[in-house]
């Protein structure tokens, strides 16, 4: 294959990627809830002989005891019980693992933390990072990448239900801290942290990398522009930056700092709250209650809740960065 017919291949398999991606995010969640997902991506990925795809039901992710991510689904019902979706290249690769996670919460009605009704439209999109790793994972399958790495969807409902957790509620997380529960409606944040340790913990993960719908507050720091990242290994920032500018993708660099760490560990009953209690900094310190559940690995952060559409239509956003990051770290 010429160099030209290498950029066209490869052309193509973005295109696919991107094609189903889309199809994910876009379905409603009574087409598209954690199961359905599941399903999907398995025919998706049914010719695929160099990737193995496991799922872990309600049952064995109580075995783990992995309850943050059971409590934002704990007042759904049964049919729609939460999943953890692990799929990985099979390639005996020795590189350094990359874990990809993405938020897969099928519908958010903020639980009872409830949403406005004009926040709830487009709360079918709430899984578009899952999607979008997902796509990411048939991209690398397709061109047979040599990377050493998984991706992870926590699927999940965040329902309104006699079950469901309340304000006030303390969760003892997969990592062993306790977290306040001081909204509802900061769900994916808790399915991500649990997700975090996993790859850590099981998967033995150098480098985390999380992608999220995860907070209105980055509209109006960024608006649609610009797709936000931090990052704990600054090193890696310009890892990122060629990958985003190859994929003709913005991002920009924001702070972690120990005063949103401050915010976030302000519970006088748990080691952490799940959402700061003052107005301010609500990405930022979002992204480091995530960053507290990572020990030793890298841990790089995107929050797509205002770069995941266009007009009203889904947008498989960081799909191609993520793409031109893994292909140069492998």
Not at 70 to 90: D, F, R, T, W
Not at 213 to 232: N, V
Request: hydrophobic share 40%.
């Amino acid at each position: 294959m010429n160099l030209y017919g290498k950029y066209v291949n490869e052309a193509l398999v973005f295109v696919g990627a991107e094609s189903f991606s889309r199809k994910l995010i876009g379905l409603p969640e009574n087409m598209l809830n954690p199961t359905k997902f599941v399903d999907l991506v398995k025919r998706q990925f049914a010719n695929f002989k160099n990737v193995e795809i496991k799922v872990l039901n309600k049952q064995e992710l109580t075995k783990k005891q992995m309850n943050l991510m059971l409590a934002v689904g704990q007042g759904s019902n049964k049919e729609n019980e939460p999943k953890l979706l692990s799929i990985s290249l099979k390639n005996n690769s020795k590189a350094k693992k990359i874990v990809l996670v993405g938020k897969g919460v099928c519908f958010d009605t903020g639980g009872l933390s409830l949403k406005p009704s004009n926040y709830l439209e487009g709360m079918q999109y709430d899984m578009s990072g899952a999607a979008i790793v997902v796509g990411t994972m048939f991209t690398l399958a397709s061109v047979k990448s040599t990377a050493n790495v998984t991706v992870l969807a926590p699927l999940v409902i965040n329902d309104i239900g006699s079950n469901g957790i309340k304000v006030s509620d303390v969760i003892t997380s997969y990592s062993g801290q306790t977290v306040e529960i001081t909204n509802t409606d900061a769900e994916g944040r808790l399915i991500l942290a649990d997700s975090i340790t996993y790859a850590e913990k099981d998967l033995k993960a150098d480098t985390i990398v999380t992608i999220a719908t995860l907070t209105g507050a980055i509209e109006y720091a960024l608006s649609d522009t610009f797709t936000p990242i931090w990052l704990t290994n600054n090193k890696q920032f310009d890892q990122f930056k060629k990958a985003a500018d190859n994929a003709a993708e913005l991002i920009w660099y924001m702070p972690m700092h120990f005063e949103y760490e401050a915010k976030m560990k302000s519970s006088k009953i748990a080691d952490m709250v799940n959402s700061e209690k003052t107005k301010g900094a609500g990405s930022s310190t979002a992204a480091c209650f995530l960053s507290f559940f990572r020990k030793k690995a890298n841990f790089v952060h995107l929050d797509i809740a205002s770069t995941n559409e266009f007009n009203h239509s889904p947008l498989p956003i960081m799909l191609r960065t993520l793409f031109y990051f893994i292909k140069k770290s492998c």
